[in-house]
Protein backbone atom coordinates (compact mmCIF):
# COMPACT_ATOMS: atom_id res chain seq x y z
CA UNK A 1 0.00 0.00 0.00
CA UNK A 2 0.94 3.49 -0.99
CA UNK A 3 0.48 7.11 1.26
CA UNK A 4 0.70 9.90 -0.40
CA UNK A 5 0.57 13.04 1.71
CA UNK A 6 0.78 16.68 0.74
CA UNK A 7 1.66 19.66 3.16
CA UNK A 8 2.39 23.34 2.35
CA UNK A 9 -0.91 25.01 0.99
CA UNK A 10 -2.15 28.03 2.99
CA UNK A 11 -3.01 31.65 2.29
CA UNK A 12 -1.08 34.23 0.27
CA UNK A 13 -1.34 37.60 -1.52
CA UNK A 14 -1.03 37.46 -5.08
CA UNK A 15 2.66 38.23 -6.03
CA UNK A 16 3.66 35.99 -3.14
CA UNK A 17 5.41 32.81 -3.10
CA UNK A 18 4.34 29.08 -1.43
CA UNK A 19 5.89 25.89 -1.51
CA UNK A 20 4.03 22.50 -1.74
CA UNK A 21 5.45 19.42 -1.10
CA UNK A 22 4.59 15.44 -1.57
CA UNK A 23 5.36 12.82 0.03
CA UNK A 24 5.35 9.08 -0.78
CA UNK A 25 5.76 5.98 1.36
CA UNK A 26 4.75 2.68 1.75
CA UNK A 27 6.72 -0.65 -0.17
CA UNK A 28 7.11 1.58 -3.30
CA UNK A 29 9.96 -0.30 -5.31
CA UNK A 30 10.50 2.85 -7.98
CA UNK A 31 8.66 6.30 -8.69
CA UNK A 32 7.81 6.48 -12.58
CA UNK A 33 6.01 9.72 -12.21
CA UNK A 34 4.51 12.54 -10.00
CA UNK A 35 2.17 15.06 -11.20
CA UNK A 36 0.07 18.43 -9.18
CA UNK A 37 -3.32 18.58 -10.07
CA UNK A 38 -5.02 21.06 -8.90
CA UNK A 39 -8.75 22.02 -8.43
CA UNK A 40 -10.77 25.39 -8.45
CA UNK A 41 -14.48 25.03 -6.78
CA UNK A 42 -17.10 24.17 -9.68
CA UNK A 43 -14.06 23.19 -11.64
CA UNK A 44 -12.56 19.88 -13.01
CA UNK A 45 -9.38 18.30 -11.66
CA UNK A 46 -6.58 20.14 -13.84
CA UNK A 47 -2.97 18.71 -14.50
CA UNK A 48 -0.86 21.59 -12.92
CA UNK A 49 3.22 19.77 -13.44
CA UNK A 50 4.44 16.49 -13.65
CA UNK A 51 7.64 15.32 -13.26
CA UNK A 52 8.80 11.97 -14.76
CA UNK A 53 12.17 9.20 -13.40
CA UNK A 54 14.06 10.78 -16.09
CA UNK A 55 13.49 14.23 -15.10
CA UNK A 56 11.76 15.34 -17.68
CA UNK A 57 8.78 17.86 -16.57
CA UNK A 58 6.08 19.91 -18.23
CA UNK A 59 4.04 22.29 -16.98
CA UNK A 60 0.32 24.12 -17.84
CA UNK A 61 0.51 27.09 -19.97
CA UNK A 62 -0.79 29.06 -16.90
CA UNK A 63 1.77 28.21 -14.54
CA UNK A 64 4.88 27.91 -17.19
CA UNK A 65 7.80 30.50 -15.85
CA UNK A 66 6.07 30.65 -12.31
CA UNK A 67 6.08 27.51 -10.72
CA UNK A 68 8.51 24.64 -10.48
CA UNK A 69 8.32 21.14 -10.37
CA UNK A 70 11.94 19.24 -8.14
CA UNK A 71 11.68 15.48 -6.89
CA UNK A 72 14.21 14.64 -4.33
CA UNK A 73 13.96 10.59 -5.48
CA UNK A 74 16.32 9.08 -2.41
CA UNK A 75 13.48 10.96 0.13
CA UNK A 76 9.97 9.66 -2.24
CA UNK A 77 9.28 13.62 -2.02
CA UNK A 78 8.30 16.39 -4.70
CA UNK A 79 8.12 20.25 -4.70
CA UNK A 80 6.11 22.59 -6.20
CA UNK A 81 7.95 25.67 -6.16
CA UNK A 82 5.19 28.21 -7.23
CA UNK A 83 6.15 32.09 -7.26
CA UNK A 84 4.55 35.29 -8.45
CA UNK A 85 1.05 33.85 -7.59
CA UNK A 86 -2.44 34.82 -8.84
CA UNK A 87 -6.11 34.95 -7.42
CA UNK A 88 -6.12 32.39 -9.84
CA UNK A 89 -4.14 29.51 -8.74
CA UNK A 90 -6.27 29.69 -5.66
CA UNK A 91 -7.63 25.73 -5.56
CA UNK A 92 -6.94 22.61 -3.18
CA UNK A 93 -3.75 21.07 -5.04
CA UNK A 94 -3.52 17.22 -5.31
CA UNK A 95 -0.15 15.14 -5.62
CA UNK A 96 -0.50 11.87 -7.95
CA UNK A 97 2.22 9.07 -7.65
CA UNK A 98 2.93 6.69 -9.94
CA UNK A 99 4.64 3.41 -9.70
CA UNK A 100 5.91 -0.18 -8.86
CA UNK A 101 5.14 -1.43 -4.95
CA UNK A 102 5.31 -4.55 -3.36
CA UNK A 103 7.19 -7.76 -3.51
CA UNK A 104 4.63 -8.47 -6.48
CA UNK A 105 5.86 -5.13 -8.72
CA UNK A 106 2.47 -4.39 -8.65
CA UNK A 107 1.77 -1.12 -10.02
CA UNK A 108 0.10 1.99 -8.04
CA UNK A 109 -1.48 5.00 -8.91
CA UNK A 110 -2.31 6.98 -5.96
CA UNK A 111 -4.11 10.37 -4.73
CA UNK A 112 -3.05 12.78 -1.36
CA UNK A 113 -5.80 14.37 0.21
CA UNK A 114 -5.23 17.89 -0.91
CA UNK A 115 -4.00 20.56 -0.06
CA UNK A 116 -5.38 24.43 0.00
CA UNK A 117 -3.93 27.32 -1.47
CA UNK A 118 -5.65 30.71 -1.37
CA UNK A 119 -4.68 33.36 -3.20
CA UNK A 120 -5.41 36.75 -2.05
CA UNK A 121 -6.00 40.16 -4.07
Known amino acids: QVQVVESGGGLMQAGGSLTLSCAASGSISRIQAMYWFRQAPGNQRDLVAGIRSDDDSNYADSVKGRFTISRDNAKGTMYLQMNNLKTEDTAVYYC???????????????WGQGTQVTVSS
Open 96 to 110: NVQGIYGSANAGFNS
